[in-house]
């Protein structure tokens, strides 16, 4: 890889049906700027797949991989498994446990092999912890994250300054 390219963040979802959610992630990275690939990949349909990706993934640029699944979401884990990459694990909310089984399935890992997890279908703070970790390493990146954090602030003490007029008000 060229000295200075910016890392890709590859997005993973067992499912077609997980691009709603995962959407979400790709409109952040693409805000940062930050090349993304997107991929429908199951651990359990398409275990070989997944292990190829996931072994090659740092040889092919990737800095960082977010992985979705729902359910038994054995995705994060079985791609934390076969590389030293990164991993943020999405769960994702299923009609039977509302996504508290997905939520456990991803954060159980077993010492060695970590996956970060995030919220239950909570793809936006994966994406925002990708620009992060690739930003260690990439000052020009650093600035944009810490100028998003910086709106995201004045759009709250904005909300506070209208919420003090409106007591006043009272």
Do not use: W
């Not at 693409?30 to 072994?55: D, G, L, N, Q």
């Amino acid at each position: 890889m060229e000295e200075g390219k910016m890392k890709k963040v590859a997005i993973l979802m067992g499912s077609d049906s997980d691009f709603g959610v995962m959407s979400k992630a790709i409109l952040v990275l693409k805000k940062f700027e930050i090349p993304v690939e997107v991929h429908v990949y199951s651990a359990h349909r398409t275990p070989e797949k997944v292990a190829e990706f996931a072994s090659n993934a740092k040889d092919n640029g990737f800095g960082v991989i977010i992985a979705g699944a729902g359910m038994a979401a054995a995705l994060a884990g079985v791609v934390a498994g076969h590389t030293t990459l990164p991993v943020i694990g999405v769960p994702l909310k299923s009609n039977a446990l509302e996504g508290v089984d997905a939520l456990l399935s991803t954060v159980m890992m077993p010492s060695g092999i970590p996956v970060a997890t995030v919220a239950i279908d909570g793809s936006k703070n994966a994406a925002y912890l990708a620009a992060q970790i690739l930003a260690i390493s990439d000052e020009e990146l650093a600035k944009k994250v810490l100028e998003s954090r910086q709106k995201q602030s004045a759009a709250v003490l904005a909300k506070d300054q209208e919420l003090q007029e409106k007591a006043r008000a009272l």
